[in-house]
């Protein structure tokens, strides 16, 4: 079992719909990242979270440390918000390592 | 703009040879992490350095190695290429003991 999990792998939605991406952990961890990756590759930080919630635009992350599990949430999605989304942990333990979840694949019709 | 860089940013190579990809990071970030994205995966971790050291090491083979310079640039080698080293190859910088990491745009290997 991966110790980062995320669901769905895929998602396709309409535009408009309100889209939820969960990540799951089994470990100890200090932070939480959501990123965002556009083909081509590169990856953009969305937001970081040790604890709560955080909003930034259409975009909301939250975070339960007690039940190992982050969602994000786009509200009002739009075509542009295709990509692939990963959540990524940073270990407490060890080495302090980044750890990513296998990455969300949304695509968004018009 | 993350301030860190990776170059090149496409490569191709052949099997058997040998690739150096770079990844310039921030003033200050001590801690630089490399990984492995093949097609359709997450990133697997490959390696950390900090402070020039190695203290981390993921489940890959020691054909793969790296180096951290003074200056907050790092290297990522990989000797006798395979068709499976085909990625995209990824760094994350930050300052050891903060949470918030720093991404390169990646490089992407094609070995043929």
């Known amino acids: 079992k991966n110790e980062v999990e995320q669901s769905p792998q895929n998602l396709t939605a309409q535009e408009g719909e309100f889209i939820t991406i969960n990540c799951s952990y089994s470990?100890?961890?200090?932070?939480l990242h959501w990123l965002q990756q556009h083909p081509g590759g590169g990856i953009v930080s969305l937001f970081m979270l040790s604890s709560g919630k955080k909003k930034h635009g259409r975009l909301i992350a939250t975070i339960n440390i007690q039940e190992k599990h982050s969602s994000l949430h786009i509200t009002a999605s739009h075509p542009r918000d295709s990509a692939v989304y990963i959540c990524?942990?940073?270990?407490?333990?060890?080495?302090?390592?980044?750890?990513f979840g296998q990455g969300t694949r949304l695509t968004i019709n018009p | 703009e993350t301030g860190v860089t990776q170059s090149p940013t496409h490569l191709i190579k052949t099997r058997g040879q040998q690739v150096t990809l770079r990844c310039s990071s921030q003033s200050g970030h001590n801690t630089v992490s490399w990984y492995q994205q093949a097609l359709g995966q997450g990133p697997q971790f490959i390696f950390q350095y900090y402070r020039e050291e190695e203290n981390g090491r993921g489940n890959f083979p020691p054909r793969f190695s790296g180096l951290q310079f003074p200056n907050y640039s790092s290297e990522l080698n990989v000797n006798a290429l395979e068709l499976d080293d085909s990625a995209l190859y990824l760094c994350?910088?930050?300052?050891?003991?903060?949470?918030?990491?720093?991404f390169g745009q990646g490089t992407r290997l094609t070995v043929v």
């Open positions: 470990v100890g961890i200090s932070a």
């Open positions: 990524a942990v940073l270990l407490i333990q060890g080495a302090q390592k980044l750890v």
């Open positions: 994350a910088s930050r300052t050891g003991g903060r949470t918030e990491a720093f």
